[in-house]
């Protein structure tokens, strides 16, 4: 059975380099945790599959977070990647519904809306850089092209896709990243456009059509020569624990928390992942004596 992976390489003889990802089992992961509607499944699975992309070229325990901040119905996506290939996010309001396109496509655009796309870069030494810039379509693909070009000055190809099944299940996933390097030249550029241009399918049906992610990139690829230098493995995982959202309930005060122990019981859901974790009344006491005055 296939298992979600992230390939890269380079292509043209060294004068561009590209990142290829498939994330069925981690979109569906999404999927089910959160409950969400076809549109949601699409939007936060296109995000993460471009997260974990930008956050290949990260080291150690560094990690990327990006954020939709727009204003359609979904008000805000957010995915959080590592350098590990472990990704995780949301969807502030994932039952949302639109009409499908006039061209039978999940409306993204219209779901996600217009705003702003934040990017949070955390290095090794615990310091955070975050970059904003205005988004141009909402459809993602686009909006992180555009941060590329305007925050690291780096043009960039970019595919993103989800293919959403009749039964709701995500049937692909995948995206594609290509950027030309110093050496490249017009005539490489147009190499990698026009073979971009004439894919007549989108790249969550090359990634439901295909045996494996290599027979993906074949498809992709066409007649461009290429090499692959690394795989990894990817897939939806989580950082919370119990302890972490305990921590959480210590930093609400001992006026809300004496609110709890009044109810009985409480329970934390962790926003990235939906888990459910129920406290005792024994233990959100225990919670309160740790709080200071
Ligand atoms: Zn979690």
Redesign the pocket.
């Known amino acids: 059975m296939q298992h979600d992976e992230l390939l890269i390489g380079t292509m043209l003889e060294g004068k561009a380099r590209w990142v290829a990802v498939r994330t069925t089992d981690t979109v569906e992961e999404a999927r089910r945790r959160h409950g969400m509607s076809p549109v949601a499944t699409a939007a936060l699975g296109r995000l993460m599959t471009g997260t974990l992309i930008l956050a290949s070229s990260l080291k150690g325990d560094e990690s990327i977070t990006l954020r939709l901040l727009g204003n359609g119905p979904l008000k805000g996506v957010v995915a959080v990647g590592d350098a590990q290939g472990k990704v995780?996010g949301y969807v502030q309001e994932p039952l949302v519904d639109l009409p499908l396109k006039d061209s039978g496509k999940l409306d993204v655009g219209s779901a996600v809306g217009i705003g702003e796309l934040a990017v949070s870069r955390s290095l090794q030494n615990g310091e955070v850089y975050t970059g904003m810039v205005p988004m141009v379509s909402g459809e993602i693909a686009e909006d992180l092209v555009q941060y590329l070009l305007t925050s690291e000055q780096i043009p960039s190809a970019m595919l993103l896709g989800v293919l959403i099944a009749k039964d709701y299940h995500v049937a692909g996933a995948g995206g594609l990243l290509i950027q030309p390097l110093p050496g490249a030249t017009e005539g490489d550029i147009q190499a990698i456009e026009s073979q971009l241009g004439c894919l007549d399918t989108g790249i969550s049906e090359l990634v439901a059509q295909s045996q494996s992610i290599d027979e993906m990139l074949d498809r992709l690829m066409g007649q461009l020569p290429y090499q692959v230098l690394e795989r990894r493995a990817v897939g939806f995982s989580?950082s919370?624990s119990k302890e972490r959202l305990s921590d959480t309930l210590v930093s609400i005060g001992k006026k809300e928390i004496t609110n709890l122990i009044s109810d009985g019981k409480a329970e934390m859901v962790?926003h990235?992942?939906n888990?459910h974790y129920p406290f005792t009344l024994e233990e959100l006491q225990q919670i309160y004596e740790e709080v200071g005055e």
């Open positions: 995780r989580c919370c962790c990235f992942c888990e």
